[in-house]
């Protein structure tokens, strides 16, 4: 499984109008909107590296109210869900 966060900034007024789009776009699994110097956190997962790169270049590309994304690639995930489920199971 291929994890990224992109952090976009998009055009003045247009937040929740893009957040609605891009969760249309296939791979693109949760949107946040954020303080700082980004508008939207957008967390996609994909099976593979190309299905990944399809979406950041191509699918995002195209919405016009997009104006800047920094794409972060997820290494490791640490998760208080998959901890419990251990513990659950009695994984010590």
Known sequence: MVTALV????????????????L????????YSVTGE???VALLRFQNYEDLASVVTD?????TTITKTHTLMGFKVFSRADLQQ????GVE
């Open 86 to 89: 251990a513990w659950d199971l």
């Open 7 to 22: 952090l976009i900034n998009v055009q003045r007024g247009t937040v929740n109008e893009t957040a609605q789009r891009l």
């Open 59 to 63: 699918h995002m590309l195209k919405l």
């Open 24 to 31: 249309e776009v296939k791979g693109v699994a949760e949107v």
């Open 38 to 40: 980004y508008d939207l």
